[in-house]
Antibody
Framework: QVHLVQSGAEVKKPGSSVKVSCKAY????????FNWVRQAPGQGLEWMGA????????NYVQRFRGRVTITADESTNTAYMEVRSLRSDDTAVYYC?????????????????WGQGTLVTVSS | EIVLTQSPGTLSLSPGERATLSCRAS???????LAWYQQKLGQAPRLLIF???TRATGIPDRFSGSGSGTDFTLTISRLEPEDFAVYYC?????????FGQGTKLDIK
């Protein structure tokens, strides 16, 4: 059974950085995509970017390029997302989500397993 | 960027009734790359449907998806108490992989 476990809640000052981790249990890590989706309080879901560990390169939504870095460590089956220059509107729950694989239907950008979410609060 | 518009914003129904949720795309979602998720308060989203029509593992058959091109529908045939939640559609045809704004299904 696949299980994604994220790091705990963070409180950060504006202008600082945060790095959230997502450790995968239960299945082959490298061949799947690991995506980051955020949800501001009371709002909808926003895809931020993803990495496929076997390929090593990440892709991002245009508006996050240069401020967000997604990485993966195959030795520990862990994906990471770092957000720099935090602003108050970055306050959100950040989810990692695995690219979908169901009965031979594989696509990196629908999401079959999700982490529990990490609340990042940006406040002075 | 493909914009997904869900309607209605809120749907008030009773257990046992049929729910029909709509998702309209600003441009064609090719290859049927449309998914639906359910989210309950304080929880992560849960995959219900992918490829427009295929139920994810463990999803009851009262949930069904349909549609093509720019118009998609999630139908819940007979609402159970645990189905009252927020539902999101998502396209994975082209980056950025966008979500609709959600439909809240609440108890009448």
């Amino acid at each position: 059974q696949v299980h994604l476990v994220q790091s705990g809640a963070e409180v950060k000052k504006p202008g600082s950085s945060v790095k959230v981790s997502c450790k995968a249990y239960g299945d082959t890590f490298s061949r799947y995509s690991f995506n980051w989706v955020r949800q501001a309080p009371g709002q909808g879901l926003e895809w931020m970017g993803a990495i496929i560990p076997a390929l090593g390169t990440a892709n991002y939504v245009q508006r996050f390029r240069g401020r967000v870095t997604i990485t993966a460590d195959e030795s520990t089956n862990t994906a990471y997302m770092e957000v720099r220059s935090l602003r108050s509107d970055d306050t959100a729950v950040y989810y990692c989500a695995r690219g979908g694989d169901s009965n031979g239907y594989y696509h990196p950008y629908f999401f079959d397993y999700w982490g529990q979410g990490t609340l990042v609060t940006v406040s002075s | 960027e493909i914009v997904l518009t869900q309607s209605p914003g809120t749907l008030s129904l009773s257990p046992g009734e049929r729910a029909t949720l709509s998702c309209r795309a600003s441009q064609s979602v090719s290859s049927g790359y449309l998914a639906w998720y359910q989210q309950k308060l304080g929880q992560a989203p849960r995959l219900l449907i992918f490829g427009t029509t295929t139920r994810a593992t463990g999803i009851p058959d009262r949930f069904s998806g349909s549609g093509s091109g720019t118009d998609f529908t999630l139908t819940i045939s007979r609402l159970e108490p645990e189905d009252f939640a927020v539902y999101y559609c998502q396209q994975y045809t082209s980056s950025p992989y966008t979500f609709g704004q959600g439909t809240k299904l609440d108890i009448k």
